[in-house]
Nanobody, 115 residues
């Protein structure tokens, strides 16, 4: 069992930046992929960004050029740097790790983009 704990959420003004962290309780060096998804109120959960074991990154069109996903295997942590935030980025952001065929999820952290 792998526990994932997200941090870094909060309230930010439009145009601002935040960095989310997702700390895993086990080594992620063998993880096939890690990612961030978000769910806005009343909407389905959507994938925001993914980083594979080989370091390939994939982004949703809505965040390309603004968000950057990265992973630190030594720290067992995946990050999401979010720049130029917009009100429509408001959502609960959750991280996931695919490890040994199992997809583990964190509980999420709320991002509110508002003036």
């Amino acid at each position: 069992q792998v526990q994932l704990v997200e941090s870094g959420g909060g309230l930010v003004q439009p145009g601002g930046s935040l960095r989310l962290s997702c700390a895993a309780s086990a080594s992620i060096s063998r993880a096939a992929a890690m990612g961030w998804s978000r769910q806005a109120p009343g909407k389905q959960r959507d994938v925001v960004a993914v980083i594979t074991a080989g370091g390939r990154t994939i982004y949703a069109d809505s965040v390309k050029g603004r968000f950057t996903i990265s992973r630190d295997n030594a720290e067992n942590t995946v990050y999401l740097q979010m720049n130029s935030l917009k009100p429509e980025d408001t959502a609960v952001y959750s991280c996931n790790v695919v490890l040994d065929g199992t997809n583990y999820w964190g509980k999420g952290t709320l991002i509110t983009v508002s003036s």
